[in-house]
């Protein structure tokens, strides 16, 4: 392991996402007996006819609209997703039965350019008394000779000692499990007999899951053969390499590295990157750095990416994987969105591009999201490349375009007052807006209000411990840079915004105040500084917010 980076989790933000919903989901309905809380609410939230929660959910100002989400009740993690037959399809972390983790089922949508997208039903449900009896958890989709196969994670409740999943309230075993379809649409899926990987007997491992997949030819003797993963046809000589997230008590996250000829036999090899516990004592491993979730690694611009979530954060590394050894030794990392992001995945897109997906988390309680009657949302995709420095940059991808409506613009070299009045000219309506600006100063805010007051703001400050980007009170150290303008790129949806400033740094932020009046650029903002600022109104992707 020498000459590996130390990853300093320690000095990373300490709150978990997805583990600490699945406790607070699991017990919030004990909680609400128990205390006797919103009883009238509850029974009026359950006597709810479906068509009366969809006219509710199609008029909530604060449901995005041109994000993927479904029609109704709880999503996480995206899952396998994959272009296939000139179409793509996401899968998603799903509940069914509830606006609240739990009862873990793939949902399933479609599109022809990753914006628009259709709800198909169901693709993967829990089998009962079967290997993913409490839940189909997330996992990938490849192309195995034409077929298409979805690899996931199969969980069900065992002994603690047999448990691979132990967060003080669960005790799952995790395994992975296998289902093919031959629908072109993708519609129906049959799961394989039996999981093909079983979790290692380890007391200390911390969990085992959201496998990803590549498939490379066999390395030559010469050290050479294809690190860059294929697509199409292979030949018998093709390896399929899979990772699984997984760790070790008091030692941090890693993946497991596993190699098989047909997706169902399958070989352990060993870790293919492993990172550092923070130190913490925390029940849930997550929390501590000490297992890692939905990793991910593919070669990206002559380098290879390993990204993974943990101790509520998003990470990614590049450097070198050794094509020999099959080991990652990265030389570089940051992270991949600082707000309300988790749990990401990326896919090739029909052109070959790698675009990042990711899971746009709740910042509202139990009680809140079951009263909304929905939860989460898809991220837009963003287009992943290799900066100069060999880091990892990420831009929306040109797709999002199809959805600018009417254009406002506030040029930058003209007079103060036609820039003043080009200023107020901007009105976004719906909470759908997209913003493109440059700055020029090392010090900049820019202001979006409705009629009661500030709705969205980012501030670039550089006095003292050098720049800060703070958006919505979120405050990031960025790196300063000489003589070129800060480049920012927003869109806002409902109470969902992503903020991309300069490909590098990535703020998706909620904002849960219900809207008063369109957004406007507030009269502080500094439209001095600006080399050009471009707004659009963004077009909804449905008539009704995905509802249907
Ligand atoms: N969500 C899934 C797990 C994964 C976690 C369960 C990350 O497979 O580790 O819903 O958010």
Redesign the pocket.
């Known amino acids: 392991m020498s000459g590996r980076p130390v990853r300093d989790l320690a000095s990373r933000r300490m709150t978990s996402?997805?583990r600490r919903e699945?406790l607070k989901a699991s017990m919030s309905a004990a909680v609400f007996v128990a205390a006797g809380m919103n009883a009238s609410l509850l029974h009026a939230l359950d006597s709810e006819s479906d068509d009366g929660l969809r006219a509710r959910l199609a008029a909530d100002p604060l449901r995005p609209q041109f994000h993927l989400l479904p029609a109704k009740n709880w999503m996480?993690?995206p899952n396998g997703p994959i272009y296939w037959k000139g179409h793509y399809h996401m899968f998603f972390?799903y509940n069914p039965n509830a606006a609240v983790?739990g009862d873990?089922h793939w949902a399933h949508a479609v599109s022809d350019d990753m914006i628009h997208w259709r709800h198909l039903p169901i693709a993967l449900a829990p089998t009962p008394g079967w290997s993913d009896a409490d839940?189909c958890?997330?996992g990938s989709t490849v192309d195995d000779h034409g077929t298409a196969t979805i690899l996931y994670?199969g969980v069900k409740t065992v002994a603690p000692e047999r448990a691979t999943l132990r967060d003080g309230v669960h005790t799952f075993r995790e395994v992975v499990c296998l289902a093919t379809s031959d629908d072109p649409q993708l519609l129906t899926w049959n799961k394989w007999k039996s999981p093909v990987i079983e979790p290692p007997q380890d007391s200390r491992l911390t969990?085992f899951?959201?496998p990803f997949l590549w498939r490379q030819q066999r390395v030559g003797a010469d050290g050479h053969g294809g690190a860059v993963p294929l697509r199409g046809r292979g030949d018998a000589r093709d390896w399929w390499y899979l990772g699984v997230?997984s760790g070790v008590r008091h030692e941090g996250g890693n993946v497991l590295l596993y190699r098989s000829k047909d997706l169902r036999q399958w070989e352990y090899l060993h870790p293919l990157a492993s990172g550092k516990w923070t130190g913490t004592y925390s029940i849930n491993p997550v929390d501590s750095g000490e297992m890692w979730?939905?990793p991910d690694f593919f070669a990206l611009g002559g380098r290879h990416v390993l990204l993974y979530?943990t101790a509520g954060g998003v990470y990614w590394e590049t450097g070198e994987l050794d094509p020999k050894e099959l080991v990652f030794h990265p030389d570089k990392l940051g992270v991949l969105d600082y707000g309300a992001y988790?749990?990401q995945k990326t896919q090739l897109d029909a052109h070959g591009n790698r675009i990042l997906w990711g899971?746009i988390t709740e910042k509202r309680s139990d009680d809140e999201l079951r009263a909304a009657g929905w939860a989460g949302c898809m991220s837009l995709p963003r287009v992943l490349s290799i900066g100069t420095d060999g880091g990892l940059e990420m831009r929306f991808v040109p797709e999002v375009k199809s959805l600018r409506g009417e254009a406002f613009e506030v040029p930058g070299r003209s007079s103060p007052d036609r820039r003043e009045s080009a200023m107020q000219a901007i009105e976004i309506k719906n909470l759908a807006g997209e913003f493109l600006w440059e700055s020029s100063e090392q010090a900049f805010t820019l202001k979006l209000v409705d009629r009661t007051g500030l709705w969205f703001g980012v501030l670039l400050d550089s006095h003292g411990g050098g720049p800060k980007l703070e958006v919505n009170g979120r405050s990031v150290k960025v790196p300063a840079i000489k003589n070129t303008a800060r480049k920012f790129h927003l869109f806002l949806d409902g109470s969902v915004a992503e903020l991309i400033c300069d490909d590098l740094h990535v703020i998706t932020t909620r904002i849960y105040r219900r809207p008063d009046g369109p957004l406007r650029l507030s009269g502080d903002s500094s439209i001095g500084s600006l080399r050009r600022l471009v707004a659009w109104q963004v077009k909804p992707t449905s008539p009704d917010r995905l509802t249907t």
Do not use: I, K, L, V
Request: aromatic share 22%.
């Open positions: 996402h997805s699945f996480n993690d972390q983790w873990m839940g958890f997330t994670t969990g899951r959201d997230a979730e939905c979530s988790y749990a899971w």
